[in-house]
Nanobody, 117 residues
């Protein structure tokens, strides 16, 4: 089973930036499309961005398009989420996992992002 470890969250003011990282164990990572998901209190988990296994194609939720950027380094088994122009509504726990219809691995602990002045 693949283990996922997210990091990079924190408290940031509106308009600020954060870069999240997610490291996956095992050798399957490089073969899998990956995504960043988030879950705000009282809401369902939602996919905010995904990326193909080779990194050539990406997709974004409308709510983050133009502000977030997903990337990956298969040599490091790591997927990143660069978040700019953060808004209070981006406050959530952020998770990475497989994407594009493959079903998810077990979820990691996530990383908390709080956008507040």
């Amino acid at each position: 089973q693949v283990q996922l470890v997210e990091s990079g969250g924190g408290l940031v003011q509106p308009g600020g930036s954060l870069r999240l990282s997610c490291v996956a164990s095992g050798s399957l990572f490089r073969l899998m499309p990956m995504g960043w998901y988030r879950q705000a209190p009282g809401k369902e988990r939602e996919l905010v961005a995904d990326i193909s296994s080779g990194g050539s194609t990406t997709n974004y939720a409308d709510s983050v398009k133009g502000r977030f950027s997903i990337s990956r380094d298969n040599a490091k088994s790591t997927v990143y989420l660069q978040m700019n122009s953060l808004k209070p509504e981006d406050t959530a726990v952020y998770y990475c996992n497989r994407a594009r219809g493959l079903g998810t691995w077990s979820w990691g602990q996530g990383t908390q992002v709080t956008v507040s002045s």
